[in-house]
């Protein structure tokens, strides 16, 4: 019977570590019939299947692309999870509001997605400053009475998300429709818009690697169920497995917290 409910990122988590993935799949190899395996990614379903060929990742259960604005599940776009997604939110008037801030460029149309508005930074910008530009683009929603969930990763992107979005939703959706508890969830992340999920009331790893905006929330908030890994991409993944009480197995320790 599968009880784990395995969630990762892909981009510098799962992948960026040829050796790591390789070890990692064997270990998964083992305990396959056990698992859920989720790729939750930034990418758009093209972009997250190309890397799979490139990289051989193993085929997953469900893909939750586009920073959980779109979800297949076995094979098949799960309509629910689409239809939660419509409630406050206002593409067209999102767009039309932004498309005078010359410091957003926006992604290609590749990167955006009916429940997905993305964009890149003219400057790129990290800390503080960041932290400004964010303060003032939830303001002007205000302002204009729009909903969106506001999502920095790497210091350069934007991606704007309806409320029920996010991989951080996307995972609540699958653990509730997989009947499983959260200390069953494992998420995977090392940027802004693994966020969400690494808050969950699940357990959560981040990889040595993670993005400077990943480690101040982390700084800020130092979940108990999240292991901040001192190894890096994939060997994460296999250190979270290896520690937490996950699978049945009794862990190493109480908490996730600092190895
Ligand atoms: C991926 C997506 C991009 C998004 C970024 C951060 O790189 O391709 O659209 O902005 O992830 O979520
Ligand atoms: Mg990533």
Request: some cysteine; proline content about 6%.
């Amino acid at each position: 019977m599968k009880n784990l409910l395995l969630v990762t990122d892909l981009d510098h988590t799962l992948v960026g570590d040829r050796h790591a993935l390789a070890c990692l799949n064997q270990t998964l190899g083992t305990l396959r019939s056990r698992i859920h395996l989720v790729y939750a990614t930034g990418r758009s379903l093209a972009g997250a299947r190309q890397l799979q060929q490139e990289e051989d990742l193993l085929e997953p259960e469900g893909w939750a692309t586009g920073v959980g604005s779109a979800l297949l599940w076995c094979g098949e776009p799960d309509l629910a999870w689409d239809r939660q997604l419509q409630h406050h939110w206002d593409r067209p008037a999102l767009s039309a509001l932004l498309s005078s801030w010359s410091d957003l460029i926006l992604q290609p149309a590749s990167e955006q997605t009916p429940y997905k508005l993305s964009y890149e930074l003219a400057k790129p910008c990290m800390g503080p400053e960041a932290h400004q530009f964010e303060q003032r683009l939830r303001a002007t929603l205000r302002h204009a009475d729009l909903q969106a969930q506001v999502v920095f990763s790497s210091g350069c992107q934007l991606d704007l998300l309806p409320p029920a979005a996010g991989k951080g939703a996307v995972t609540g959706y699958l653990q509730r429709k997989l009947g499983l508890r959260p200390d069953q969830v494992l998420c995977c992340g090392d940027s802004g818009n693994d966020r969400s999920m690494l808050g969950g009331p699940w357990w959560g790893v981040m990889v040595s690697n993670a993005r400077p905006e990943l480690l101040a929330w982390w700084r800020q908030v130092r979940p108990d169920t999240l292991l901040r890994s001192h190894c890096h991409h994939a060997a994460a993944i296999r250190h979270a497995l290896q520690t937490l009480p996950l699978l049945g197995r009794e862990g190493s320790q109480g908490r996730a917290g600092e190895p």
